[in-house]
Each structure stands twice: as C-alpha cells, then as structure tokens.
C-alpha cells in the first residue's frame, strides 16, 4: 500500500478503499454535517426541492444545527433564519440542535462542535462555514461545503470529494511566552499568501505545534482557509484523546490516524519558532503582513477579542494577563465565542482576580456568546464597526466590510498583541509588557 498523508488515509476509509491519491475522487461518508443560522435555510430548502417536503435526513444523529452569527439582534430576517433552524428541528427530531434562548444555547459553532464531542480524530466533518476546518485540530477530515452540497449530504450521508495534495508545516522550537499560534499561522498566510493552499491540505507537524494546547491547534487549524486550503490538520496525540474522550458525543467509537513515514508532500516549509517575532495582518488582506515592531504606533480606535478564532479561554487568559490592574485607551469589546467560555471568564483568574472582573476593571465591555461583530451582521450587532474607523482584532478576516463599515480598518493579531494596544491606544509590542 502507496505512503499516505492522515487526510488521504481518512478519506481512503470513508471512501471504503484501502489506498487514495491527490486528485481522485471519492464518494466520502460524512461523519458530522454541521449546518448554522445563515446556511441552514437554505441547506433545507436544497434537501427538500431534491429529496421531496417529507424526506428524513439520513441519519437525525449525525447532523447537528447551531444557531450562531446573528442572534442578538432585532433583525426580523435574522430571528426567521433562527426559526426555521427551529421547525426543521422539530420535524426531523434533530439530536444536535442548540437553541437560543435555552439552556442548551452554545454561540460559535466552530467551538461549540468540539466542546459538545462531535469532533472525533479520523472522522470525517463537513459544515455550511468556511472555518470548519478548525475541527482539523483533532486529527480529522473537517472542511466547509455550500448550501447545495449539504442538503445532498442531508438525504444521502454522502459527498463527492476530491482528495486534495497535502502541505506540511513543521514548528519546531519552543514558543516563546510573546507569540500565539495567530502569530503563526499569520506567519504561514503571509508566506504563501491567500491562495497559496488552494484546494490542499495543511499538515502542522513539528514539537511546536504538539506543545500547543488544543484551543491553540483549533486557533492554527481555524485559519487555514485564508489560505485557500480545503483543510488543516494535526495529527492526534494524548492531548487530543483527553480532550476528546471527556467530551464524545454518544461514545462513539473513532479510529485516530497518523501521515506514514515517506508519504508525498506538495509542500514542506519548517519555521523555527523560537525566532519569531509576533505578527500582524494590515488591512484589507489576512496575508498583508508585517511584524508587529514594523507597523508599532500606528492609531487606533477599537480593539476586539473574541471570534472562533480568537474568543476561547486561552485567549483571554492571554489578554487579561497584560490588562489586569490596568486601562484600555480605547473601546475594547470582549466576545466569548460560547457559553462555555463565558462561564470560564468567571472561573478562570488571572492574579487573584476573574477574567471578567480584570476585563470590566480594565474598561472593556463584554458581550453574549456569538460571532457578533466578526461578520459585521446588522447594525445593532455588539462590536460593529459602523463607522470607518481603525481596529485590531483577533478575529480572522480582515477584507473591506468584514466588520461593518466598508472603509474601517482591521489588523489582525493575536489576543496579546490586541490586549497591549488596547493598553496604548496604537498598535503596541507586548514583548515591551512581557518582559
Ligand atoms: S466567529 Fe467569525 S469566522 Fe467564526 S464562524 Fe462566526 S462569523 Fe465565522
């Protein structure tokens, strides 16, 4: 049997061959087909006009709905998207669904999906969001697919795919106390640019990416689509499995895979990570890069912090140790991507203190649990940008608009590099805070 990389080894079995190539295609089954408020309608209406208005969904347990990006609003649009998220609920007797306005309301649906055990190592995981692939950091197949293509894989469990050629990414090196993996997966997207992965798979490998813990690894995953890539991926280790393993949805058993020695890479770079310098994205492009000692001092007026990207515990964690006992010169939003997180800002302390008590102290405002302003959304959406000004942001996507106001400026960095220019009012250096 040929060499093969973990993404070729996953789709050979959900394919039932014992080997794939780069460029083949498969009939993949689908483990997990996430869909959300934005896509899900129009996922449903794809699977009803193709499976007929009675059709049942192939499998009610593998499909999970979360309600997610405009939620907090008055728009009418938006809350019809939530309902019929709702009805078809109800009508399909979904499993999965996590509702607003219940107990079971989770916010981001990239991070939601593994706090509630449906990323499982060596499966298979396609949603209606291009950040799917976030899921990549448990070691599977994860990427996002259109409304057309998930109501296919509503009636059927199934999809199309072709097997992309893989990319390898080695970390080496400690990381030092200054850098994130946004500093390095800015590093990546700013080296071979936004369409520099077009359909391929990125493999992060190396001891730097194992020392990372497993929010960081969704972090590097989540972003492999600025890249153009199908899919990131990290091969599962002890990390992985205790993670997993608390959290499995229904125990279901799953089959962890690793790249064999000798298989073929369309790409190899290795990054010493110890050599880093923390790194920003200037607008209008994720792959605009600088290194944060380049463009320090540059105004601002806004710092934002959260996302799926850049909302989870470790990155508040990372932000609240800069901002404890001080003040932000600027408006600071603060976003936990679920409710999980926001519960972790109470529980989690930074010098004696909560997370959210540093955050409130500091003059940042908190909001609910969702992708709120990353998307722009309406206007009543907490964080928009609804005026051209300058923001720095852990999110992930910083095009024209992204945000709100079509001539606002988003840099993109880590939750350190935000926090200390939150503290300055202009794009800071948090090696200066650190050392
Ligand atoms: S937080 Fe932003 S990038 Fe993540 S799913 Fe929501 S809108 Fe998309």
């Not at 709905?65 to 309902?83: G, Q, S």
């Not at 293509?149 to 106390?177: C, E, I, S, Y």
């Not at 600025?226 to 997993?244: P, S």
């Not at 850049?310 to 603060?334: H, M, P, Q």
């Amino acid at each position: 049997m040929p060499a093969m990389t973990m993404t070729e080894k996953i789709l050979a079995r959900a394919s039932g061959k014992s080997s794939v190539a780069p460029g083949e295609n498969v009939w993949a089954n689908v483990d997990v087909l996430m869909t959300h408020d934005v896509c899900g309608p129009g996922t449903f209406g794809v699977f009803k006009k193709e499976f007929g208005k009675d059709a049942k969904v192939w499998d009610r347990e593998k499909v999970v709905l979360i309600p997610d990006h405009y939620i907090f609003t008055k728009d009418a649009m938006a809350n019809r998207n939530v309902d019929v998220l709702r009805q078809f609920a109800k009508e399909q007797d979904i499993t999965y669904f996590y509702d607003v306005g219940t107990e079971r309301y989770k916010g981001v649906c990239h991070i939601a999906l593994p706090e509630e055990g449906h990323t499982r190592p060596g499966e298979v995981l396609l949603g209606t969001d291009s950040h799917t692939c976030t899921a990549g950091a448990f070691g599977e197949f994860a990427t996002g697919i259109g409304n057309t293509d998930a109501g296919f894989v509503l009636g059927t469990g199934k999809l199309w795919l072709k097997v992309p050629p893989t990319m390898r990414f080695v970390f080496k090196g400690n990381l030092p106390p200054y850098l994130m993996a946004k500093d390095l997966i800015l590093a990546v997207i700013g080296d071979i640019g936004v369409d520099g992965a077009t359909y391929r798979a990125m493999e992060f490998d190396g001891d730097g990416v194992y020392a990372l813990n497993i929010e960081e690894r969704m972090t590097l995953c989540n972003m492999a689509i600025e890249a153009g890539g199908k899919n990131g991926i990290i091969a599962a280790d002890q990390v992985t499995f205790d993670y997993v393993n608390k959290r499995n949805a229904g125990q279901k058993p799953y089959q962890a895979v690793r790249t064999d020695p000798g298989a073929t890479f369309a790409f190899e770079k290795v990054y010493d990570v110890s050599k880093l310098e923390p790194v920003i994205a200037k607008p209008h492009s994720p792959d605009n890069k600088a290194f944060v000692s380049e463009v320090k001092g540059t105004k601002l007026d806004r710092a934002y912090i959260g996302s799926c990207t850049g909302g989870k515990l470790t990155d508040f964690k990372a932000a609240a140790e800069l901002l404890n006992g001080k003040s932000v010169k600027i408006d600071t939003f603060v976003v936990p991507a679920t409710t999980e997180v926001a519960r972790g800002l109470d529980t989690e302390k930074v010098g004696g203190k909560s997370l959210r008590e540093v955050f409130l102290a500091a003059g940042a405002k908190i909001g609910d649990a969702s992708c709120a302003a990353c998307l722009g959304g309406p206007s009543d959406t907490f964080g928009r940008l609804n005026t051209p000004i300058s923001c720095i942001s852990t999110t992930n996507r910083n095009f024209p608009g992204r945000m709100g106001h079509k001539e606002a400026k988003v840099f993109l960095a880590s939750p350190l590099t935000v926090a200390a220019s939150a503290l300055a009012g202009t794009i800071a250096d948090c090696r200066d805070l650190l050392v």
